[in-house]
């Protein structure tokens, strides 16, 4: 029987992983790097959580965007001092938007609170020492567009906020995200479009999401090619958005992929945000966590990538 549409292309990936790792065996001294988006653990303390991911081996913390107001979200001093006593520095910052900050929303209030969102969280990422943010053209949880033209709106607000990005230093990295989430913007190729669009130096990378490729790429790894150097993070979880190695997710070719693109360098993350499934997941982030589990999802999922990219180098 001939290969799979899909089999044939995680070889031709081997390949060229192969391939590179003998003509330049130098590439692939630096392993991955890898950081964790904490929004997921709900209510938790960030004390708590950065207690967690020291045990667990991390350098890396994606922290959760919850500048929601002025009077509202994580404290500079106060963060710089929590991940400094369990050796965490912080990745980038995990923007969230829903339709209350909507960058595309038909309501001006929502694209003005969207505005005023950036305006807070980007000095925060800088000042904590995050290389990006997160960035969603559209609001999670409404799948249902609201009209043909969401998107120029949305280039449109962003536009106002694209300076912001330069003067802080701070990259924005685009996500796509699966149709049954958001209207718009679900692909890689989705995600450039629109980068194009907004035309501005500090809107040029993307945030790429494995548990959203597999609903919306025909191919995951040839979709993170495609990506190539604009991929500034991976967030990961298994096929069913838990942990590692409780779905069927090719986690060899994927990583084959990543050290192709030449993802094993600094300032580049494979960042775990395993959310479990669902249309809307921002309702995790507002419930009672429980550490045991938080626990084994987080140490179980480390050990099986940390397994699986030790096999793959030693092919």
Known sequence: MRQQHFEAKNEAIRE?????????????????????????????????????????????????????????????????????????????????????????????????????????ELPFTQAVGGSYLLVVPGAVGRPKPYDDVEQDRSVETLQLCAPWFTQFGVKAAIEPIRAAEVSFVHTIQDAKDYICEVNSPGVAHINGDVYHMQSEESHIGEALLAAGDMLLNLHFADSNRSALGEGSLDVATIIRTLYVIGHNQPGRYVTFEPLGPGGDPYPAMHGRPDQAELDALVFNSIRYFRDCEELVLSE
């Open 16 to 120: 060229k992983f192969l391939a590179l790792k003998k003509s330049s065996p130098e590439r692939f001294k630096t392993r991955l790097n890898l950081s964790w988006s904490n929004w997921g653990f709900g209510r938790e303390s960030l004390a708590d959580s950065a207690k967690r991911l020291e045990k667990a081996g991390m350098s890396f913390i994606e922290l959760h965007g919850n500048h929601y107001g002025p009077d509202l979200g994580y404290k500079v001093d106060e963060t710089l001092e929590i991940l400094g006593d369990h050796g965490l520095k912080v990745s980038g910052v995990c923007g969230m938007f829903f339709s209350d900050n909507d960058l595309s929303s038909n309501r001006a209030v929502s694209r003005q609170a969207a505005v005023d969102y950036l305006r807070r």
